[in-house]
């Protein structure tokens, strides 16, 4: 089954202790990147990845970090967590773009609360 | 500027339809889509349009796209008690291929029995 997982899915965690959530997709696509959803401002982008090795930063990239060695893997690093990071968190991942439109398929969140 | 803007809610009877709006500022874009978020899930896409289309049907759900006025609508016919989720509209930003995504706000519909 084509999919994208993260771990895990619940985390409480207090400032300033490192944290990694993981994703991982098995439809072999190149492009993968990482959302937050925040109430009344939707989903803002904050980083993205066009293949292995090749990261980028997003709408909203301070106080994460990405590291792309895998194709299929895209794990997200927050260094040090503040408050203001707790947040849903998605991975999405699609075919790099071409002449068709683009379907983006989503995990199913991570909710982070830092206290 | 890069604002995809969706009204918060919107509250509907069964069988009703709904019509949810969504305005964008990029006029180079080049696809256009509508995704549902069940709760607890993620993000799927319903359906999308081209920009050189003006409505796009698909069963229940007509696109209807006014490039000159930069407005997107989603229209579900119908509407069932299933239909209840938050609706992301998605902007393809920089025209031509790509994939960068511009998600509006997201609208909450909410479907009384």
């Known amino acids: 089954e084509a999919q994208v997982t993260q771990n895990p899915r619940y985390l409480i965690t207090v400032t300033g202790k490192k944290l990694t959530v993981t994703c991982s997709q098995n439809?072999?696509?190149?492009?993968m990147s990482w959302y937050r959803q925040d109430p009344g401002l939707g989903l803002r982008q904050i980083y993205y990845s066009m293949n292995v090795e090749v990261t980028d930063k997003g709408d909203v990239p301070e106080g994460y970090k990405v590291s792309r060695k895998e194709k299929r893997n895209f794990p997200l690093i927050l260094e040090s967590p503040s408050p203001n990071q707790t947040s849903l968190y998605f991975c999405?991942?699609?075919?790099?773009?071409?002449?068709?439109?683009?379907?983006?398929?989503f995990g199913p969140g991570t909710r982070l609360t830092v206290l | 500027g890069e604002d995809v803007e969706q009204s918060l809610f919107l509250s509907v009877r069964e069988g009703d339809s709904s019509v949810i709006n969504c305005t964008y500022t990029?006029?180079?874009?080049?696809?256009l889509y509508w995704y549902k978020q069940e709760p607890g899930a993620g993000l799927q896409l319903l359906t999308y349009?081209?920009?050189?289309?003006d409505m796009k049907q698909d069963q229940r759900l007509t696109v209807l796209l006014n490039k000159k006025d930069k407005h997107l609508s989603l229209r579900i016919a119908d509407t069932q008690t299933g239909d209840s989720a938050i609706y992301f509209c998605?902007?393809?930003?920089?025209?031509?291929?790509?994939?960068?995504?511009?998600f509006g706000t997201g609208t909450l519909l909410a479907v009384q029995p």
């Open positions: 439809m072999n696509h190149e492009y």
């Open positions: 349009i081209f920009s050189n289309m």
């Open positions: 999405a991942s699609t075919r790099l773009a071409g002449v068709s439109y683009n379907e983006q398929f």
């Open positions: 990029d006029s180079s874009s080049t696809y």
């Open positions: 998605a902007d393809a930003r920089g025209g031509g291929a790509t994939n960068k995504l511009i």
